[in-house]
């Protein structure tokens, strides 16, 4: 086991904090609270299994995710040696770049060598490593089935929860719970108003099937495929451990991927691109598909509220969960845990206040990009501006010339990866280079790197 990557701070640790939720933004969150606090408890409604495996509490866990390079990153800062450790549990690293079958608004990305590591692994495997990771921490105690009722607040303090047993103390409070989204019928509960709330209704279902992979067949390690209102239909087909490919096809509303094997795989013929039927052609079928229908994007406001409990935070899906198409989800809650690790460090007074109030600007982009993508479609409810139609319109101009020129696919790359601010889409060279290819045609590819594993 690697170093736990504890605080370094002076000042001693003391205190409780508790986080209620134990998927992996609640997990990051109590690696963070573990430098400050002497006891991070957190609590969980559903069982902990000791190895990766799908759980109740986590209905999503059977498709593919996302973790962007700016996710992985922190969380190799967080949980030294966290690649090379998940990479050794069978997870396959490819460059973003080169590596990916990328189709954006039906045209095919230029592939080329990058510096961005896509990490393809399951759900179930990265959130068991980073549980034990955490759970190794001498603060941190994690309770399985323990379902907690509310928050007990006194003079404007959280000072711990309710669950159906007893009153557990703590000095902060962590809502980690998910879509479930508990915290704001806690504070009502104690005279807070919940905080407003920014909704987009997608109508996104999921469909994901298990295929056996052949590392030696293919010269690439995911096949991520965009919806959009030409062809409402999308895949993310990630390689994971276990010689696997998941594919999770991407439906809206009642044009939704079938729940028989012809019948998934008739719909991922209706993808742009042939390489992801190409695949499931010879490919032999291990699961049977299941799917997922997607809740609606939701932001809940919390630094808009006049009054908050001091001690009350939000993070992951509490905090905003975003359609999970676009693959951001893991990544924002790693960049709020550290945010919120960057707040303790500057003391606990007023905790609440700044920890809201930085957050906003670390959830603004990806909140951005997902409301700006799903108002493409004509039957997502909400007010098309004049910044969100320039936006789409520019991007589907880069699509075009990114399917030539890799430096303009490379950029877009960085930005979705949060590697650099999407300002720099519309840098002058940028500019000039989606402008000079704004009518580029698909070029002749062969692969970039040879990734059949070495004897």
Not at 34 to 40: E, I, K, P, S
Not at 352 to 377: E, H, K, M, N, Q
Not at 428 to 442: D, E, F, I, S, T
Request: net charge neutral; with cysteine; proline share 7%.
């Amino acid at each position: 086991m690697h170093p736990s990557g504890q605080s370094t701070e002076s000042s001693p640790a003391t205190g409780r904090a508790i986080v209620v939720g134990g998927s992996v933004a609640g997990l990051l969150a109590a690696r963070v609270l573990a430098g400050t606090f002497d006891h991070v408890l957190v609590l969980d409604r559903d069982e902990m299994p000791l190895q990766a495996a799908h759980r109740k509490g986590v209905p999503q866990s059977r498709h593919a995710h996302g973790l962007l390079d700016k996710g992985r990153a922190i969380l190799d800062e967080l949980l030294p040696g966290f690649t090379a450790d998940i990479v050794a549990r069978g997870a396959v690293t490819a460059d973003t770049h080169a590596d990916v079958i990328w189709y954006n608004d039906g045209h095919r990305m230029l592939r080329a060598p990058s510096e961005m590591t896509a990490l393809c692994v399951s759900r179930p495997t990265l959130e068991a490593y980073v549980r034990s990771r955490v759970a190794a921490l001498p603060q941190v105690e994690i309770r399985a089935g323990v379902a907690v009722d509310g928050l007990t607040v006194a003079d404007g303090r959280v000072t711990g929860v309710r669950t159906q047993d007893e009153i557990l103390h703590a000095d902060v409070v962590v809502d980690a719970t998910g879509r479930s989204n508990r915290g704001p019928a806690w504070l009502t509960e104690h005279g807070y108003a919940a905080p407003p709330e920014d909704t987009v209704k997608a109508g996104l279902v999921y469909v994901t099937r298990e295929y056996r992979r052949d590392p030696a067949a293919q010269d690439y390690a995911a096949i991520i495929v965009g919806h959009h209102p030409a062809n409402p239909t999308s895949t993310g087909t990630l390689a994971a451990e276990g010689d696997r490919w998941i594919v999770t096809l991407m439906g809206v509303n009642d044009d939704i991927p079938p729940l028989d094997g012809p019948g998934f795989e008739a719909y991922a013929a209706r993808l742009d691109g042939p390489e992801l039927s190409r695949l499931l052609a010879t490919a032999e079928p291990l699961t049977e598909p299941t799917r997922f229908r997607i809740g609606p994007s939701a932001r809940r406001r919390y630094e808009r509220c006049d009054r908050l409990p001091e001690g009350y935070l939000a993070l992951g899906d509490s905090l905003c969960c975003f359609n999970p198409a676009y693959g951001q989800g893991m990544t924002t809650a790693a960049m709020a845990a550290q945010w919120l690790g960057q707040c303790l460090r500057s003391g606990r007074a007023g905790l609440t206040r700044r920890y809201f109030a930085g957050v906003t600007a670390i959830v603004d982009t990806p909140w951005d990009i997902t409301v700006s993508g799903d108002l493409r479609f004509p039957h997502v409810p909400g007010t098309r501006t004049a910044r969100v139609k320039l936006l789409n319109a520019y991007l589907s101009k880069v699509h075009v010339a990114a399917q030539a020129d890799p430096f303009v696919g490379q950029t877009f790359l960085k930005a979705v990866n949060f590697l650099i601010s999407p300002q720099q889409l519309m840098s002058p060279r940028m500019l000039w280079r989606v402008w000079r290819g704004r009518k580029a045609q698909p070029v002749a590819q062969t692969a970039p790197r040879d990734l059949t594993p070495v004897a």
